[in-house]
């Protein structure tokens, strides 16, 4: 019964407007027609420039949000090189560290042998005293190796007439 006590509100309502609308004359009818078409009209517009703003914020947030991944993923990818390099830099001190070390015990392991064999065999203790000593540090310490330095090698190692 609600329900029609409602359809009862609307239709009486209806004619009283109606009956409004028609004590007045067809000119202000029409008016009144043209005013609610432009009035609907201009509603669609503001629905559609509504609906063109919504859009243009959601592509503006989807864009923001592209931006943000790839500066994340850039910032991410500059930390992977930066870690890989320092690493790198570290293993590549290490080995010179190990080099050193190396080299040093080789020339001292020679001067060793030098010292040892200066008595019976002085030339012998030249030799590994001389040019070889200076050669084989400058391989291991230095990391370089000059063709010159072969050839001297090759003059020092060379045992003396007897």
Do not use: N, Y
């Amino acid at each position: 019964m609600g329900d029609h006590q409602g359809d009862d509100f609307f239709a009486s309502e209806a004619h009283r407007i109606a009956a409004r609308w028609g004590q007045l004359p067809p000119e202000h009818f029409k008016l009144a027609v043209q005013a609610a078409r432009a009035e609907g009209a201009l509603r669609s517009q503001e629905r559609v420039l509504q609906m063109r703003l919504v859009h243009e914020l959601q592509m503006e947030r989807v864009a923001a949000d592209k931006a943000a991944a790839e500066a994340a993923a850039l910032a991410e990818q500059q930390t992977a090189r930066h870690q890989a390099a320092s690493q790198a830099e570290r293993l590549r001190h290490r080995r010179h560290v190990i080099d050193v070390a190396a080299g040093l015990t080789i020339c001292g392991a020679l001067l060793v042998v030098a010292i040892l064999v200066v008595d019976r065999a002085a030339w012998l203790s030249a030799v590994l005293c001389g040019p070889s000593l200076l050669a084989l540090a400058k391989v291991f310490i230095l990391r370089r190796s000059d063709p010159g330095d072969l050839r001297v090698l090759g003059k020092a190692s060379a045992p003396p007439p007897p």
